[in-house]
């Protein structure tokens, strides 16, 4: 079975300090992978995407960047935090794509992080 | 073109009432539209998801309806519980190989006991 593993659950980190959350999954290759920020009280904002290796695509200009250097692995970084970062991030995947209808997407546990 | 309103913010229901939550997207191009169930502190979880092939789909007490003229879907929950107060998202996505989810804003659910 697949199942995926984000950390750490919780964050607090001073502004202007860097930042890295890892995302692996494990059961399945060729994953579809996202990063989704949800702000208190609010929807979940699509930040990232990569449909393989290397490849990265951004959705919303923003102080953050992503990375997929093996192929179930993802990591959201920052060199410099800011206090608008603060939120709920979110790391999920769904299968990738095989030439038929899209499927769902599972989600990690989350990582709350607070910038102070 | 590419949102997903998500109505009503937040719905208090009694125990056995029927919770209902309105969705509407733009995007004619969405073809899979889940709905996710999200508690305090936890990852989304899909609940039940609907292609637009069909104008209605049932798991147990959930049930989605799709209005494709009208570019609308709704989840309803029957008998709802004091274990279902949670945070429902809907969410769409079209054909392609990213397979990106579009969420709507979200809606807070309370059953009272």
């Known amino acids: 079975s697949q199942t995926i593993h984000q950390w750490p659950a919780t964050l607090v980190q001073p502004v202007g300090s860097p930042l890295s959350l890892e995302c692996t999954v494990e059961g399945t290759s060729n994953p579809n992978l996202y990063w989704y920020r949800q702000a208190a009280g609010r929807g979940l904002q699509l930040l990232f995407y990569s449909v393989g290796i290397g490849q990265i695509s951004s959705e919303v200009p923003q102080n953050l960047s992503a990375s997929r250097p093996q192929d179930r692995q993802f990591i959201l970084s920052s060199k410099k935090l800011l206090l608008s970062d603060s939120g709920f991030y979110l790391c999920a995947w769904s299968v990738g794509w095989t030439g038929e209808m899209n499927t769902e997407a599972f989600f990690g546990q989350g990582t709350r992080l607070t910038v102070v | 073109q590419q949102q997903v309103k998500q109505s009503p913010q937040s719905l208090i229901v009694q125990k056995g009432g029927i919770s209902i939550i309105n969705c509407a997207y733009e995007n004619t191009a969405f073809d899979y539209f889940p709905w996710y169930q999200q508690f305090p502190g936890k990852g989304p979880a899909l609940l039940i998801a609907?292609?637009?092939?069909?104008s209605e789909k049932k798991e147990g007490r959930f049930t989605i309806s799709f209005n494709k003229s009208a570019k609308q879907f709704s989840l309803h929950i029957m008998d709802s519980q004091p274990g279902d107060s949670a945070t429902y998202f809907c969410a769409a996505s079209g054909t392609g190989n990213t397979g990106k989810l579009i969420f709507g804003q979200g809606t807070t659910l309370q059953v009272k006991p």
């Open positions: 609907i292609r637009p092939d069909v």
